[in-house]
């Protein structure tokens, strides 16, 4: 599978093209034609998760991963969020709170935007575009900034960001569906390329704990449909119904949260890279998963006229396969505690110690040479 490019100043060719086309496509549709939303929700979800992890096989791991403890912790990390935000909705004006988050997602989404085009160009260009880095620093301020702030970017960063400006600041104004998608789809995409679960048992760790933490919120309480209908910030995408289906003038939606990408998703993503690692095929598997799981989560929510848990249905749909594959190959202790880190480590390793024997080896006969 084609990879990206893994650091500034180099390029390699766009990952899964048709894959990235076809998606730009499916979320351009809808503005001109009826898609069956159900269809939709599933396609879309399907190929974001295919390009984020296509995206995502790079030369080197990323620098920073999820470890185990992080793993545990996500969960009550994501409650109190969760009930947080619950709280500001019920007893704080909704337009403040929105307006505020709003702002905030907003800005990140022109990052995230910046993130997934700007590589692509880089080939397009002169080198200069994207390899000279451009510094700013903040000084500190008391109370709000102790430690001040440093950021850089590259003029080719900065030439992707005068577009995509007016484009948030359109979203921010209209809330347009539209709009609200692509940055949905940006952050999924970064999410996915570059979230790092570290190994494949801290994913395990993560998506059980988060089936028992969608469950909840979800069946036990109406904390979780309240938020996401109340946050209109680009943290769900949003599908459009027939366009005969509207009530009290506006057109109606159904959504789906950007965690029931990006969470299964990154760890679809280190099932890849282990492949790519081991020329191994565990990703058809759970990729397949993935899809199957999503399907469930519709059939039901259709069948039962009520809002479903996603990873009640993914979770399962994603580990159970996967992990009886392994266990076919006799495979499933070297899959589940599979390291990226130190795998990489290990080959570097290996690949020095290779260098230095033909080192050697060179030297030897450069002094056999010699002596003749």
Same mark, same amino acid.
């Given at each position: 599978?084609?990879?990206?490019?893994?650091?500034?100043?180099?390029?390699?060719?766009?990952?899964?093209?048709?894959?990235?086309?076809?998606?730009?496509?499916?979320?351009?549709?809808?503005?001109?034609?009826?898609?069956?939303?159900?269809?939709?929700?599933?396609?879309?979800?399907?190929?974001?998760?295919?390009?984020?992890?296509?995206?995502?096989?790079?030369?080197?791991?990323?620098?920073?991963?999820?470890?185990?403890?992080?793993?545990?912790?996500?969960?009550?990390?994501?409650?109190?969020?969760?009930?947080?935000?619950?709280?500001?909705?019920?007893?704080? &004006? *909704?337009?403040? @709170?929105?307006?505020?988050?709003?702002?905030? #997602?907003? $800005?990140?989404?022109?990052? /995230?935007? =910046? %993130?997934?085009?700007?590589?692509?160009?880089?080939?397009?260009?002169?080198?200069?575009?994207?390899?000279?880095?451009?510094?700013?620093?903040? &000084? *500190?301020?008391? @109370?709000?900034?102790?430690?001040?702030?440093? #950021?850089? $970017?590259?003029?080719?960063? /900065?030439? =992707? %960001?005068?577009?995509?400006?007016?484009?948030?600041?359109?979203?921010?104004?209209?809330?347009?569906?539209?709009?609200?998608?692509?940055?949905?789809?940006?952050?999924?995409?970064?999410?996915?390329?570059?979230?790092?679960?570290?190994?494949?048992?801290?994913?395990?760790?993560?998506?059980?704990?988060?089936?028992?933490?969608?469950?909840?919120?979800?069946?036990?309480?109406?904390?979780?449909?309240?938020?996401?209908?109340?946050?209109?910030?680009?943290?769900?995408?949003?599908?459009?119904?027939?366009?005969?289906?509207?009530?009290?003038?506006?057109?109606?939606?159904?959504?789906?949260?950007?965690?029931?990408?990006?969470?299964?998703?990154?760890?679809?993503?280190?099932?890849?890279?282990?492949?790519?690692?081991?020329?191994?095929?565990?990703?058809?598997?759970?990729?397949?998963?993935?899809?199957?799981?999503?399907?469930?989560?519709?059939?039901?929510?259709?069948?039962?006229?009520?809002?479903?848990?996603?990873?009640?249905?993914?979770?399962?749909?994603?580990?159970?396969?996967?992990?009886?594959?392994?266990?076919?190959?006799?495979?499933?202790?070297?899959?589940?505690?599979?390291?990226?880190k130190e795998h990489h480590e290990a080959k570097e390793a290996e690949a020095a110690a290779q260098?230095?024997?033909?080192?050697?080896?060179?030297?030897?006969?450069?002094?056999?040479?010699?002596?003749?």
């Amino acid at each position: 599978m084609p990879t990206d490019a893994g650091e500034r100043g180099t390029h390699s060719p766009l990952a899964a093209p048709y894959a990235h086309a076809a998606l730009a496509l499916l979320a351009l549709a809808p503005l001109v034609v009826d898609v069956p939303v159900n269809v939709n929700i599933v396609v879309t979800a399907v190929l974001t998760v295919f390009v984020g992890c296509a995206r995502s096989v790079k030369p080197e791991p990323p620098p920073e991963a999820m470890t185990k403890k992080d793993a545990m912790k996500f969960p009550l990390v994501g409650s109190v969020v969760l009930f947080s935000l619950f709280l500001a909705f019920k007893y704080l &004006p *909704k337009e403040i @709170v929105n307006a505020i988050l709003s702002a905030y #997602f907003v $800005f990140l989404g022109m990052l /995230a935007i =910046v %993130a997934c085009i700007a590589p692509q160009l880089a080939g397009l260009v002169p080198a200069w575009w994207s390899e000279h880095e451009v510094e700013i620093r903040v &000084p *500190k301020i008391p @109370v709000l900034l102790k430690e001040g702030l440093e #950021f850089s $970017f590259t003029p080719l960063d /900065a030439l =992707v %960001a005068l577009p995509a400006s007016p484009f948030c600041v359109w979203y921010y104004r209209r809330k347009h569906w539209f709009a609200n998608n692509v940055l949905g789809l940006a952050f999924s995409l970064q999410g996915i390329e570059h979230l790092s679960l570290g190994a494949v048992q801290n994913g395990v760790i993560l998506l059980c704990g988060l089936f028992f933490y969608d469950v909840f919120w979800v069946f036990g309480t109406p904390v979780m449909v309240s938020v996401a209908k109340n946050f209109d910030a680009p943290i769900k995408l949003l599908f459009p119904r027939a366009l005969n289906a509207i009530v009290d003038g506006k057109r109606q939606f159904s959504m789906l949260g950007l965690g029931d990408i990006v969470i299964p998703g990154i760890f679809v993503a280190i099932i890849l890279r282990y492949d790519v690692a081991h020329g191994s095929r565990y990703f058809r598997t759970t990729f397949a998963g993935y899809a199957a799981g999503l399907i469930a989560t519709i059939v039901v929510m259709n069948v039962f006229k009520a809002a479903q848990p996603a990873l009640l249905y993914i979770v399962p749909g994603v580990l159970i396969p996967t992990f009886a594959h392994a266990a076919l190959k006799g495979q499933v202790g070297q899959l589940f505690h599979w390291h990226e880190k130190e795998h990489h480590e290990a080959k570097e390793a290996e690949a020095a110690a290779q260098q230095a024997k033909e080192d050697n080896a060179a030297a030897s006969t450069a002094d056999a040479k010699k002596e003749k």
